[in-house]
C-alpha cells in the first residue's frame, strides 16, 4: 500500500522536527570503570604494551583504555584478534 506524497511529507517534517530538538552530540559512556582502570597497570605506547604481553606466561592482548587514554592488558580473548608470537 504506497502512500501519498502528502503523508510522506508530514512523516518527514515530524522527523527532521524530532532531530532539531534532539542534543547534537551525546557523550558516550566508558566501558572501562574506573576501578579496574585504576588497578591495571598503564603503558604509554602499543610497543610497551605488546613486548609485556609476549613475555607473559599467560595469553595477553593490549587495548586502549577509554578512561586514561592510555594501553591495558587483558586476557579476554573470545572474539578478539591474538597477538603473533
Known amino acids: 500500500m504506497?502512500?501519498?506524497?502528502?503523508?510522506?511529507q508530514e512523516s518527514e517534517r515530524?522527523?527532521?522536527s524530532r532531530r532539531?530538538?534532539?542534543?547534537k552530540a551525546?557523550?558516550?559512556m566508558p566501558r572501562t570503570?574506573?576501578?579496574i582502570c585504576v588497578r591495571k597497570r598503564r603503558f604509554a605506547s602499543?610497543?610497551?604494551a605488546i613486548a609485556t604481553?609476549?613475555?607473559?606466561?599467560?595469553?595477553?592482548?593490549?587495548?586502549?583504555?577509554?578512561r586514561c587514554g592510555q594501553y591495558h592488558l587483558t586476557s579476554r580473548l573470545?572474539?578478539?584478534?591474538?597477538?603473533?608470537?
Do not use: F, H, N
Open 53 to 66: 604481553a609476549l613475555a607473559a606466561d599467560i595469553e595477553l592482548r593490549p587495548y586502549v583504555c577509554d
Open 26 to 28: 551525546v557523550a558516550k
Open 78 to 85: 573470545k572474539g578478539k584478534r591474538r597477538l603473533a608470537p
Open 46 to 48: 602499543q610497543s610497551d
Open 2 to 8: 504506497a502512500q501519498s506524497p502528502m503523508l510522506v
Open 33 to 35: 570503570r574506573l576501578s
Open 14 to 16: 515530524r522527523t527532521a
Open 20 to 23: 532539531a530538538e534532539m542534543p
